[in-house]
């Protein structure tokens, strides 16, 4: 997995980083995805800064629930859910809810 590691992170941070990669390397991978390549890890590391790991994997599984196993599928879902969540403060609040209990959040 690569990742930036900065000075100052911490062993903890270091080890944080790592464990992302393995969940996202195993989510994508044991929902069909195929092989995580540099350039698709690095995308979806991109995504886990801007949205979150739980939003990512729970997009990944959704994707596969659907048939729709592409890396421009999920971004579309993490895309829409940003946009429900940006209007309004309540609507972020809820689909983060659903997301956490493992739901589609609409």
Known sequence: CT???????????????KDICR????????NGYGT???????????DVEIYSIEWVIKAIEIGNQRGKRTYSYLKGILENWKTEGDKTKKGQNEIQERIAKGEDPF
């Open 23 to 30: 969940q996202l390397s195993s989510t994508w991978t044991n």
């Open 36 to 46: 995580l390549n540099k350039t698709l890890l690095d995308k979806l590391l991109a």
């Open 3 to 17: 990742f930036a590691i900065n000075k100052k992170d911490s062993a903890k941070e270091i080890e944080n980083k």
